[in-house]
């Protein structure tokens, strides 16, 4: 079974720090995907990557960036955290599947900015 | 924005009773998912259904898709407590890469 894993279930910051969300899949998957979720928007894309070392910006990337230097792990960061970040952050891997790829989910961080 | 819009947002029913949620888009997809949330957890993919079918089972679940609609609706029958889950349509888009695109959620409770 596909395993994803996120460094941390909870997590409790303060404006203005820099925090680190780290995701690890075990599958060699070459698709890696950081979403938010909050209540009545569902899950919206942040960031994801195709491949080590690349990136390419969802549909809310400000105030965030990323990095896969290897093909297992991906990191989100928050430069500098603010309130408005406090939300559910989801990880999520796929690999190519001509056209029908899934996703595969972590267990997700709830982060709480102060 | 070409998220998904899922109704009803909440849904209360009894166990035994059938369920049926609707997600519709608005542009061309390759394909369309399910995917389960249980309270506070990840999500898990339940069915794809690809763009040249109409209709797809797994065990208690029936996905049918009406291109022509631009929608789907997913039915799970004979529900039982243990779906109280919240169920997300995933739409992979035409030329969308390997993205795929959430909907705003189903919340499905099912009482005893």
């Known amino acids: 079974d596909v395993k994803v894993t996120q460094s941390s279930r909870y997590l409790v910051k303060r404006t203005g720090e820099k925090v680190f969300l780290e995701c690890v899949q075990d599958m060699d998957h070459e698709n890696m995907f950081w979403y938010r979720q909050d209540p009545g928007l569902g899950l919206r894309l942040i960031y994801f990557s195709y491949d080590v070392k690349m990136k390419e910006k969802g549909d809310i990337p400000e105030g965030y960036s990323v990095s896969r230097e290897k093909k297992e792990r991906f990191s989100l960061i928050l430069e500098s955290a603010s309130t408005n970040q406090t939300s559910m952050y989801l990880c999520?891997?796929?690999?190519?599947?001509?056209?029908?790829?899934?996703?595969?989910f972590g267990p997700g961080t709830r982060l709480l900015v102060l | 924005s070409q998220q998904g819009e899922e109704d009803p947002q909440a849904l209360s029913i009894q166990e035994g009773e059938n369920a049926t949620m609707n997600c519709s888009y608005k542009?061309?997809?390759?394909?369309l998912q399910w995917y389960r949330q249980n309270s506070g957890r990840g999500l898990v993919h339940l069915i794809l259904?690809?763009?040249?079918?109409r209709e797809k089972h797994s065990g208690r679940l029936r996905v049918t898709l009406d291109t022509s609609k631009k929608s789907s609706s997913l039915l799970i029958t004979a529900s039982r407590a243990a779906d109280t889950a919240s169920y997300f349509c995933a739409l992979h888009f035409t030329g969308g890469g390997n993205k795929l695109t959430f909907g705003t959620g189903t919340q499905l409770k099912v009482e005893l």
């Open positions: 259904i690809r763009s040249n079918e």
């Open positions: 542009t061309s997809i390759n394909n």
């Open positions: 999520a891997s796929s690999t190519p599947d001509r056209g029908q790829e899934t996703q595969y």
